[in-house]
T-cell receptor, first 115, second 116 residues
Framework: GNSVTQMEGPVTLSEEAFLTINCTYTATGYPSLFWYVQYPGEGLQLLLKATKADDKGSNKGFEATYRKETTSFHLEKGSVQVSDSAVYFCALSDRFGAAGNKLTFGGGTRVLVKP | NAGVTQTPKFRVLKTGQSMTLLCAQDMNHEYMYWYRQDPGMGLRLIHYSVGEGTTAKGEVPDGYNVSRLKKQNFLLGLESAAPSQTSVYFC???????????????FGPGTRLTVL
């Protein structure tokens, strides 16, 4: 079955530091890959996505590249802000939607950015 | 558009009590989902629906039932609550893959449930 593994947190950084959150996956077929972000007390919001190999998703200064050869989708941001403090989830879904676009999530990585 | 809404936001139950969580979406999405979120375990799929009148089991369905009588609503029921069901519950919806290529899920704000 499908699975997603992401680095455990918490990750504590100073403002303007470089952020990397590792994510690797196991899947049959050709999944779509996602990063969701959850701010304190809120639901999940889509941060970025990639639907095929070598695609790069980007949003709000965050980037992630779909690497089929290493089955990875690492999230990066060059200069974090205090407002980036949140929990980040890597996820995949069956590309062809046969399973109703079901998402498989990683365990989440809590990021805390200090001023 | 309100997106995905959930009712209630918080609830405390005693063991053995029952309750229903309501999810509503106004985006005309075909697919809807119920997840539970527990510390360190990410989100786990409880049940999902690929259309009005249909439901299917997810990863952790035991102790829960669902109904999708209307396209816009997806109800999650706990018939006899147990402390192990203390969690944060999220509802989500998505369109059918291929409709503009958008298959991401849109989430509600969550319901925090405590079972004593």
């Amino acid at each position: 079955g499908n699975s997603v593994t992401q680095m455990e947190g918490p990750v504590t950084l100073s403002e303007e530091a470089f952020l990397t959150i590792n994510c690797t996956y196991t899947a049959t077929g050709y999944p779509s890959l996602f990063w969701y972000v959850q701010y304190p007390g809120e639901g999940l919001q889509l941060l970025l996505k990639a639907t095929k190999a070598d695609d790069k998703g980007s949003n709000k200064g965050f980037e992630a590249t779909y690497r089929k050869e290493t089955t990875s989708f690492h999230l990066e941001k060059g200069s974090v802000q205090v407002s980036d403090s949140a929990v980040y989830f890597c996820a995949l879904s069956d590309r062809f939607g046969a399973a109703g676009n079901k998402l498989t999530f990683g365990g989440g990585t809590r990021v805390l950015v200090k001023p | 558009n309100a997106g995905v809404t959930q009712t209630p936001k918080f609830r405390v139950l005693k063991t053995g009590q029952s309750m229903t969580l309501l999810c509503a979406q106004d985006m005309n999405h075909e697919y809807m989902y119920w997840y539970r979120q527990d510390p360190g375990m990410g989100l786990r799929l409880i049940h999902y629906s690929v259309g009005e009148g249909t439901t299917a089991k997810g990863e952790v369905p035991d102790g829960y039932n669902v109904s999708r009588l209307k396209k816009q609503n997806f109800l999650l029921g706990l018939e006899s609550a147990a402390p192990s069901q203390t969690s944060v519950y999220f509802c989500a919806s998505s369109s059918v893959l291929g409709q503009g290529g958008r298959n991401e899920q849109f989430f509600g704000p969550g319901t925090r449930l405590t079972v004593l």
